[in-house]
């Protein structure tokens, strides 16, 4: 058994993610309750293939098969999510020990493996009597987190130091709620605000309640950030208003306790109460980002618009604009351009000094359709992607960024949210029918650099 690498910032550890519902499938398994994704995937039009996550990888009864892929790739960290119905069904109360027993084999398998678990607590899968109950537009759903968070770091904070709580909270708030792209598909500005300030008093009681269980602990938070570049003039308010929503929401908040002052709906103090931001302020030990495009912000007009790239819709209050991602783009339709990463890593350790980064994500779309003799596929795209982050992650790193990791998004071809199984993001593809795991030729390269970081 190898060592395990602390991550300590003196090389950049390499590491792979996967998030529950994407992957795992037995959505009724082991006392399961059903989770916001669940309910959406059954409403008409809500996924482009109209597909489910009830088979996805079928990761939940491939525990071993999934973590001897990660061992053989030679990565030193995987990042995976917990699954909040799994541990709680109803979103509350009692702990169902057969969720949580799947997720010490996780951790228990990573570390037999040497390999750092890094697990989130929330990527997405909220228990649906949570949302019944308002969702997190409700004030009560943030305490709801940080109860379930402190079940899990009771369970298993003895082996696990580094934990975040949110990933992307921004998807939660303005895909859940105001686009509606994303669970639990509602359209109410208004709602989205108030989850966005939720999820970061959640995260704020969460952390607290893993540090309370668990004292070692390192709880960071993980943001889904991007340069926002206005590409003429007429279009600098509204990229403003873009990075606005998208990055000083999150980080002033976690760094000053404050909110920009151009988003009103988080100045109202019925929603923002006296103490919160204060609690929330200091309250991330460190920052994951998650790294796919930059976004360039046209002024609204004919053509080329892109709603590929992000739905004006989940910017509410924003000026006309459109999303103007120049080629070339994945099959996602997202600008590929490696400086924005080294750009995001650079002004977020400048904004947030002191606190230590990780890219918790960061990865690309392709169709794969190139095949070689065995029949595995040939990305050469996806190898040209990760080639180029990881060397705008180095360049950031040597500019004096403190990146600890580069987690590669993701492991498998697996359930791509409202895109359902038609997009292809793995190191790995997942045979439809029968699961069988074939790598694809950017496995052996991305193991090539996990050799060569180790020796
Ligand atoms: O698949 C998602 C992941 O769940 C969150 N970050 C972006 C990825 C690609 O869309």
């Known amino acids: 058994m190898s060592t ?20 795992e499938g037995a959505t009724s398994a082991d006392g399961r309750g059903p989770s916001i994704w669940d309910t959406l995937c059954r ?16 990761s939940y009864d491939r525990v ?33 020990a057969a969720g949580l027993d799947h997720y010490e084999r996780v951790v228990d398998g990573c570390l037999a493996r040497g390999i750092v678990p890094l697990p989130t607590l929330y990527h997405w899968d909220l228990p649906q009597p949570l949302e019944d109950d308002g969702g997190w537009p409700a004030r009560a759903t943030a305490q709801r987190l940080a109860d379930y968070a402190g079940i899990v770091a009771r369970r298993l904070g003895d082996r696990v130091t580094w934990w975040s709580t949110l990933n992307e909270p921004w998807c939660s708030a303005f895909l859940g709620y105001a686009a509606g792209i994303h669970a639990p598909g509602r359209q109410e ?55 606005a929503i998208q990055n000083r929401l999150w980080l002033d908040a976690l760094v000053d306790g404050s909110y920009p002052a151009i988003l009103p709906a988080l ?7 006296d103490g919160d931001l204060a609690a929330i302020a200091g309250s991330a030990a460190w920052l994951g980002i998650n790294y796919y495009t930059p976004f360039r912000i046209g002024p609204a007009g004919e053509g080329a618009g892109s709603e590929r790239v992000q739905s004006p ?54 169709a794969d359709a190139t095949r070689s003799a065995d029949g595995s596929a040939e990305d050469d795209d996806r190898i040209a992607y990760l080639r180029d982050h990881l060397a705008a992650t180095r360049r950031a790193r040597d500019a004096g ?30 045979e439809a029918g029968t699961l069988r795991r074939i790598p694809k030729a950017s496995y052996r390269y991305y193991a090539g650099l996990a050799g060569r970081a180790k020796r």
């Not at 973590?67 to 990042?79: H, S």
């Open 313 to 366: 819709r989940a910017y509410p209050g924003a000026p006309s604009l459109r999303f103007l991602p120049r080629e070339p783009v994945t099959e996602m339709g997202w600008e590929v351009d490696a400086s924005g990463l080294e750009e995001v890593l650079l002004t977020t350790s400048r904004r947030a000094p002191g606190l230590p980064l990780m890219v918790t994500e960061n990865g690309s779309a392709y």
């Open 267 to 273: 100045h109202d103090p019925a929603l923002v109460r």
């Open 189 to 243: 500005p208004a709602a989205a605000f108030a989850a966005a300030h939720h999820l970061l008093l959640g995260h704020a009681l969460a952390a607290e309640a893993v540090r309370a269980a668990a004292p070692a602990a390192s709880v960071g938070i993980v943001l889904n950030l991007a340069p926002v570049w206005p590409e003429e003039d007429a279009a600098r308010e509204a990229a403003d208003y873009v990075d």
């Open 43 to 58: 409403r008409p039009g809500a996924i482009k293939d109209g597909s489910d996550g009830s088979t996805a990888c079928g």
């Open 401 to 430: 960024a403190d990146v600890r990791a580069y987690i590669a998004w993701t492991l498998l071809d697996n359930f791509e949210w409202a895109e359902g199984y038609t997009k292809k993001f793995g190191l790995v593809e997942v």
């Open 4 to 23: 395990l690498r602390d991550l300590d910032g003196s090389d950049l550890v390499l590491g792979v993610a996967t998030a529950s519902f994407q992957i």
């Open 64 to 96: 071993d098969e999934d973590l001897d892929l990660i061992r053989d790739l030679g990565v030193e960290a995987y990042r995976f999510s917990i699954a909040w119905p799994r541990v709680q069904p109803d979103g509350r109360g009692e702990a169902n």
